[in-house]
Nanobody, 119 residues
Framework: EVPVVESGGGLVQPGESLRLSCEDS????????ISWVRQAPGKGLEWVSS????????IYSDAVKGRFTASRDNAKKTVYLQLNSLKTEDTAMYYC????????????RGQGTQVTVSS
């Protein structure tokens, strides 16, 4: 299966923003949900957000609700995760998966994109 490709990570200071992208290539992209998960150094995988195929249902973990915003462009086969008001505890490798919330932690992931929040 062709993997998704995450990008957009970087090193930022607390309070700053980043926009992550998840690029897909499957012709059926518009038919399935996409989820974001993350893994902080020394910790387990954590679900972050999920977006339905038509963007009518978007959910977030309590840790990021109000600060992160997921969106998707089905014509470009890309999902975005806008990260605002970043905190040091948001430091992690971020992955996207072709999965809804319930399956996000076990679905295959891309190579990830590193987000580091540090002063």
């Amino acid at each position: 299966e062709v993997p998704v490709v995450e990008s957009g990570g970087g090193l930022v200071q607390p309070g700053e923003s980043l926009r992550l992208s998840c690029e897909d290539s499957l012709p059926t992209f518009s038919t399935y949900a996409i989820s974001w998960v993350r893994q902080a150094p020394g910790k387990g995988l954590e679900w972050v957000s999920s977006i339905s195929p038509t963007s009518n249902y978007i959910i977030y973990s309590d840790a990021v609700k109000g600060r992160f915003t997921a969106s998707r462009d089905n014509a470009k086969k890309t999902v975005y995760l806008q990260l605002n008001s970043l905190k040091t505890e948001d430091t992690a490798m971020y992955y996207c998966t072709r999965a809804a919330h319930n399956d996000a932690l076990t679905a295959p992931r891309g190579q990830g994109t590193q987000v580091t929040v540090s002063s």
